[in-house]
């Protein structure tokens, strides 16, 4: 009986005794990285306005939108209201792939821009993507004239509708347009819906 007993015993032992499972340590679940989106914003090297910038660029890095600011040159650039920025590169250096999203600011320095031919091949490489590209005030014309705004719904500042209609474009007059993966906006005073837009865009 004590032989029966004790290998009784050594048999509930073995498997863990009295029938209690124990409970096995299970590995957090580890949470989906999300990537931030990465932006670049081009101003003309002088002149560029304050308001068209700093909306956007102010709401971006508040939601955590990774921005860089791109320019013909890396100098210092001042706005028309005083408001200095440091370009972070060149429109040479830039890297279509590296961004998911392109914002051109306008202000009376951006006729500089308008024929610039790097640009428009950045502005194609990333529609051809369908990528956001946006632009405000007289920086459409870049757009119209880099090719990508045939028959399409956009509005400009009104002194420059002339300019995106010799295109093709069909000028609207809103304060702020989206046709497809193209947001442009008529000037500073909605350079705040703008930037809104085009955050609701990178976050689809």
């Known amino acids: 009986m004590k032989a029966i007993f004790g290998a009784s015993m050594?048999?509930?032992?073995?498997c863990g005794g009295g029938g209690q499972e124990q409970a096995q340590p299970v590995a957090p679940k580890s949470e989906p990285q999300q990537i931030a989106k990465s932006v670049l914003m081009v101003?003309?090297?002088k002149d560029f306005r304050d308001e068209e910038f700093k909306e956007p660029h102010d709401l971006f890095k508040e939601s955590g939108v990774q921005v860089t600011v791109a320019s013909t040159d890396t100098v210092p650039?001042?706005?028309?209201?005083?408001?200095?920025?440091?370009?972070?590169?060149?429109?040479?250096?830039?890297?279509?792939?590296?961004?998911?999203?392109?914002?051109?600011?306008?202000g009376s320095g951006c006729r500089m821009l308008w024929d610039n031919a790097t640009l428009h091949e950045i502005i194609n490489n990333f529609n051809v993507t369908g990528k956001t590209i946006a632009a405000i005030c007289i920086a459409p014309v870049v757009l119209a004239r880099a090719g990508i705004l045939k028959d399409k719904k956009v509005t400009v500042y009104p002194t420059a509708k002339d300019e995106i209609g010799k295109c093709g474009a069909m000028y609207t007059a809103s304060d702020v347009e989206s046709c497809d993966n193209i947001i442009t906006c008529s000037g500073p005073k909605a350079a705040k819906d703008f930037a809104e837009i085009i955050l609701k865009a990178l976050n689809k």
């Not at 050594?10 to 073995?14: G, N």
């Not at 001042?78 to 060149?90: S, Y």
Request: charged share 15%; proline share 5%.
């Open 10 to 14: 050594l048999l509930m032992l073995c």
């Open 43 to 45: 101003i003309a090297p």
């Open 77 to 106: 650039a001042e706005g028309m209201l005083g408001m200095v920025v440091t370009p972070d590169i060149t429109l040479e250096q830039v890297y279509s792939d590296s961004f998911d999203a392109l914002v051109v600011v306008g």
